[in-house]
Structure formats: C-alpha cells, structure tokens
C-alpha cells in the first residue's frame, strides 16, 4: 500500500512555481521520499528523489522537512509540458527488489 | 533509442483468447518490473525479474498470467483467457541492480483492451 497522501489535482500559470506536497508521516529513516511522473499516455518517468537534505537537478527541487514527515517538489517555472501526473513514493534505502509502489498521485495541470 | 521498448503498444482481443506482451529493457539493466495501470489509478506492481530468475510476484497476478524472462534480457507477460476486467495499460520498468536508490526506466507501455 501507498504510504503518501498527495492532493488530486492542482493547477499552475505557466512560468510560475509549481509546489506540489507529499504527506509521508509514517515515513522511517531508512527510507527515501522519490518523485516520478507520468505525462499522458507514457510510461512514469523519474523526476528527483532525497533522503534528508534537499536536493536539486535540472528538472525540480525537492524541500523535505526536518522531521521528514512531508517534503514539496517544487518545478520553478512550469510549463504547459509539465501537465502530468506527479507520484510522491516512499522507497526502502535498504529495498532488494528495487519495486515502487505508486499511489494515485497529483494531476498537475498548468494553464496558460 | 536505447530505453525500455514494448510491443505490441495496443492490443484489442475478444474475451478469452490469449494475449502476450513483450519487453525489451535497456541492455545493462539486469532487474526488469512489471506493472499494470487501469484508467485514473496509479501503476500497479506485479512482478519483478533479476536476470532470469522471477523474485516476487504481487497477489494481482492470477494463475492466468504469466511473465519470462528466459535468458535475462527481453521478458514476455501471458495473459490467458482474457478477462474484461483485464483491460488496461501494461508498463515494463527496468534499472540497474544498486544498493536501493536505482532508478526505474519505463517503457511507454502496452494498452490491452478487452471486448
């Protein structure tokens, strides 16, 4: 079972901040908060993951809070092509099969 | 292009006939996963491989199917005497084996639909 609690939709202006939170409160040490997403018609695809800093690529910034309980992913300046759904997953450092188990995650929509 | 393939990416039978998907992952990738997605769901485990050999299997999936992997590389999922309630997007992942924060790579998946 999924163990985030992410709202279902959101909207974005295009070229704003997109912030979409993840609620992950049963989270234990020894376990990873990953973001993917999933763009209409494709297969999910890898956005960032981070275990307690925060952490940044060329695609979002991912902020976790200090007890770890919830974090946002933050894409600086959405654009229309960022519509997806976006999956906030709790991941076992320590995970030998490697498997996600995914939730029914956050539609982002963002408008023009 | 080197990501994960699938084929067919759609597929429409009648109920009751065999269908079977294919997947080809990137090709030093070692671990293979199986998913399925049904419309406004997240996807949904099924089974993983490392090389060939089939390490978990989720209670999903049901004696009417079935996943190989017979030589480590492409693996194939068998759904037998399909189901309406089969209907739905397969996805195959793959990643590299690595000490847990491996990222998953996945295919564009495979539609069955079910009449």
């Known amino acids: 079972d999924a163990k985030t609690t992410q709202p279902p939709s959101m909207d974005c202006a295009e070229g704003r901040a997109a912030n979409l939170p993840c609620n992950h409160s049963?989270?234990?040490?020894?376990?990873?908060v990953y973001w993917y997403r999933q763009i209409h018609s494709q297969g999910p695809q890898y956005i960032i993951h981070?275990?307690?800093n925060n952490e940044t690529n060329e695609m979002a910034s991912l902020i976790i809070t200090e007890d770890r309980k919830s974090s946002t992913l933050i894409l600086p300046h959405a654009t229309l092509r960022d519509t997806a759904v976006y999956y906030c997953i709790v991941r076992p450092i320590y995970n030998q099969g490697g498997k996600l188990i995914f939730g029914q995650g956050t539609e982002l929509s963002v408008k023009p | 292009d080197t990501g994960v393939s699938q084929d067919p990416r759609h597929k429409i039978t009648k109920r009751g006939q065999n269908v079977t998907f294919r997947c080809d992952p990137i090709?030093?990738?070692?671990?293979l996963y199986w998913y399925r997605q049904t419309l406004g769901q997240g996807p949904e485990f099924l089974t993983y491989?490392?090389?060939?050999?089939?390490?978990?299997k989720s209670r999903l999936l049901s004696d009417r199917f079935s996943a190989e992997r017979p030589k480590g590389s492409f693996s194939t999922l068998e759904i037998q005497r399909t189901e309406q309630g089969d209907s739905a997007m397969y996805l195959c992942?793959?990643?590299?084996?690595?000490?847990?924060?491996?990222?998953?790579?996945f295919g564009e998946g495979s539609r069955l639909t079910v009449l």
């Open positions: 981070g275990l307690k």
């Open positions: 090709s030093e990738h070692n671990r």
């Open positions: 049963t989270i234990s040490g020894n376990e990873y």
């Open positions: 491989f490392q090389n060939e050999a089939q390490l978990e």
């Open positions: 992942a793959s990643s590299r084996q690595a000490q847990g924060d491996g990222e998953l790579f």
